[in-house]
């Protein structure tokens, strides 16, 4: 990316309103999993388990539901009570269907290209991984719902 190319929007919202039209088209039930502890996010604290919360968006279960660039935010009732709701998507970390658990954790937004260091020679074969270099053999990560 060059100083003249604009920088891009969050692709975050983007794929979060695919993913619930494609989970709700199918007929089942779209989930969040939220980090309840990042700044903006309003729910019920009662909700809230080790700092996080699962939050029903299904038509049948809200109202006014909004998936804009910004934020999730819609009324839905807890225990009865009607409560606002607000989540800024930085907090979403993931959306999924509650029958199948098919979803997608939501990847971090992609930053602007590290500047080159004027080392343009690869790694020699005799030097060792850095620690943040994946591991070979290792799972990929994954989704596990827990109900």
Not at 53 to 68: G, H, K, M, P, Q
């Amino acid at each position: 990316m060059t100083d003249s190319t604009p920088p891009m929007t969050s692709h975050r919202p983007y794929l979060l309103r695919a993913l619930n039209e494609w989970i709700a088209d199918n007929g089942m039930t779209p989930h969040l999993l939220v980090d309840a502890t990042q700044p903006g996010v309003q729910v019920p604290s009662s909700a809230v388990k080790e700092g996080k919360v699962v939050l029903n968006i299904a038509e049948r279960a809200v109202v006014r539901l909004v998936i804009d660039n910004e934020a999730v935010s819609f009324t839905a009732r807890f225990g009865g009570v009607s409560y606002p709701v607000h989540v800024p998507i930085s907090a979403v970390l993931a959306i999924y269907s509650r029958e199948t658990g098919q979803g997608m954790a939501l990847p971090d937004d992609v930053g602007p290209a590290p500047e080159p260091d004027g080392d343009d020679e690869p790694p020699s074969p005799d030097t060792p991984p850095s620690d943040d270099a994946p591991a070979t053999g290792k799972r990929p990560p994954f989704l596990r719902v827990v109900k």
